[in-house]
């Protein structure tokens, strides 16, 4: 039997060991040459974009031969005023990809050394530059559409005379939100979250090209797709695939989700929930690449992603 991808030696392609062993310096290169990567690392100045500099080396900071401006290799990017060592960040960046249901801040936090704010703010920042890999992108040829509900979770009373029906609306707590996930056969997946699936129609039109054909379930406010798509309906009370119709990939993608929200997270407040939800789509969009390389394209993310309005100071407000 063939083994699979991602148990064979080629899809390990860097570890801690490796990082830690070729250490700070080599660390700093990889940083320069991701972030520089059309001048295969020589510094670019980000205010004027000369390419003269001189080398304020025991600072690692540049200073532009045009414009006198300073930079460093992480100014202006969602690592800027940085405090961690290259090779610590690396590492943590190595973690983060490496769980394939994403991590926790709190196990980031051991496994770094580090505050678990540090870590919470940090995982949240790689997040963002993963999410940040499909903004504008559109979606064609045959898309799956489905809708999850996360959070807002009411434990039930002790005993059966106290309990309430959780079903109505006044018992709720407010916080359940909608995961919506688009996913392209054989093509990226979108996410965003919403209070109701209904609000994902919107979506759907926005970000899926004419010409598309969409698969839903039988969800009634999915009726308005077929106005604009070939629309293919499957009836999950009735099979999960019918002559090529299924959201099965759609379900794929909301299993690791579940997985990552009930196993590393174990709640995750409404408001982070859309950074989760990219965080899990961008991992199940590419699962099937070695873990170097996963690294090296979310740290690329990151240094090419500007400084994060969000998570920048976060624990200073
Ligand atoms: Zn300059």
């Avoid at 090296?296 to 624990?315: F, I, P």
Wanted: glycine residues 8%; hydrophobic residues 40%; charged residues 25%.
């Amino acid at each position: 039997m063939a083994q699979h991808f991602l148990l064979s030696a080629a899809a390990r392609t860097l570890s801690l060991k490796a990082i830690y062993k070729a250490g700070e310096d080599k660390a700093y290169e990889t940083f320069c040459r991701l972030r520089w990567a059309e001048t295969q690392g020589e510094p670019v100045c980000p205010r004027c974009g000369s390419l003269d500099h001189y080398k304020i080396t025991t600072r690692r900071r540049f200073k532009c031969a045009a414009c006198s401006h300073q930079f460093s290799v992480t100014s202006g990017t969602i690592f800027a005023s940085r405090k961690m060592a290259f090779v610590d960040l690396l590492a943590a960046i190595c973690i983060i990809t490496n769980g394939a249901k994403g991590i926790s801040a709190l196990q980031l936090a051991r496994d770094l050394d580090c505050q678990h704010k540090t870590a919470f703010v940090l995982a949240h920042k790689i997040r963002e530059a993963m999410a940040s890999e499909t903004v504008g992108f559109n979606l064609e040829g045959e898309v799956e559409v489905d809708g999850a509900y996360f959070g807002g979770h009411i434990r039930p009373e002790n005993r059966k005379e106290d309990r309430k029906d959780r079903r109505l609306a006044q018992h709720q707590t407010g916080k359940r939100r909608v995961v919506v996930a688009l996913r392209q056969r054989m093509g990226r997946t979108l996410t965003a979250v919403f209070h109701g699936e209904d609000e994902g129609v919107a979506m759907v039109r926005d970000r899926v090209m004419p010409g598309a054909v969409v698969y839903a379930d039988e969800a009634s406010h999915w009726d308005a797709l077929h106005g604009w798509y070939s629309a293919k309906r499957i009836n999950h009370s009735v099979a999960f695939m019918d002559e090529g119709a299924c959201t099965n990939q759609a379900e794929s993608y909301f299993s690791r989700l579940r997985r990552m929200v009930g196993g590393q997270h174990h709640k995750v407040s409404a408001q982070h929930l859309h950074q989760y939800a990219a965080h899990a789509a961008w991992l199940e969009d590419h699962r099937r690449m070695d873990n170097g390389a996963l690294c090296h394209r979310a740290l690329g993310l990151a240094l090419a992603h500007k400084v994060s309005r969000q998570w920048s100071g976060y624990w200073q407000r």
